[in-house]
């Protein structure tokens, strides 16, 4: 038995099924808790705890800072100019909006990642 994500072989015991489809533990998780960015209890305890202990990771910083000098961007422009995965960017995405940071807006077809003000 493979994952079907990430193609690790596995045993009975450790499969995790989703959506008809086996996973090992990793790929499971990523799946089932993945950060949402909308969600309005993840915004209210953002909010709440920037504004007692604003504080950044350095990466999600380095976003910040890139939306601010040169934004609205795309996923894609954002991780080039990092040199971070689309996934990297996407879990620290969702931070920043929780916390009323960053925000996606659609630029006809495509999503552009701006501040929120």
Known sequence: MKCEKCG????HEDSYEHAGQ???????????????AC??????TA???????PSLTPLQERIMDLINDKGPLTAEEICEAL????KEFRVNF?????MELARGTKQGDTIR?????
């Open 8 to 11: 690790t072989s596995l045993a």
């Open 113 to 117: 990642y701006t501040t929120f003000a």
């Open 47 to 53: 909010k709440k705890e920037a504004e007692s202990n």
């Open 83 to 86: 040199h971070i995965s689309e």
């Open 22 to 36: 086996v996973y090992c533990e990793d790929c499971y998780l990523d799946i089932r808790a993945a950060p949402k």
């Open 39 to 44: 969600d309005p209890w993840a915004v209210f």
């Open 94 to 98: 969702v931070t920043l909006r929780h």
